[in-house]
Nanobody, 122 residues
Framework: QVQLVESGGGLVQAGGSLRLSCAAS????????MGWFRQAPGKEREFVAAISWSGDSTLYADSVKGLFTISKDNAKNTVYLQMNSLKPEDTAVYYCAAAPWLTVEIRTFFSWGQGTQVTVPS
């Protein structure tokens, strides 16, 4: 198992950028794919991005493709989400999670973090 702690959220104006971090504990971090999800008030949790255990392959939701970048540093046990050109509709709690393989399927992910709030005022 792996324990995850997200950080880096905050309030940012539209068009701005934020970088989220997800720090993992556990020696098996490097063997897991990792993903970022988000949940806006009153909405279901949705897939944002995922990265393979090696960092060589990535997947993105259409809504963030070209704007967000996921990366993974196995030496630091950390996965990042660089978010550029933020919009009010990106406002949500962002969660990271681990998966045994690269996927967009939320049911495959486990060891969810507590989330970090991102707010982009309209």
């Amino acid at each position: 198992q792996v324990q995850l702690v997200e950080s880096g959220g905050g309030l940012v104006q539209a068009g701005g950028s934020l970088r989220l971090s997800c720090a993992a504990s556990g020696r098996t971090f490097s063997t897991y794919a990792m993903g970022w999800f988000r949940q806006a008030p009153g909405k279901e949790r949705e897939f944002v991005a995922a990265i393979s255990w090696s960092g060589d392959s990535t997947l993105y939701a259409d809504s963030v493709k070209g704007l967000f970048t996921i990366s993974k540093d196995n030496a630091k046990n950390t996965v990042y989400l660089q978010m550029n050109s933020l919009k009010p509709e990106d406002t949500a709690v962002y969660y990271c999670a681990a998966a045994p393989w690269l996927t967009v399927e939320i049911r495959t992910f486990f060891s969810w973090g507590q989330g970090t709030q991102v707010t982009v005022p309209s």
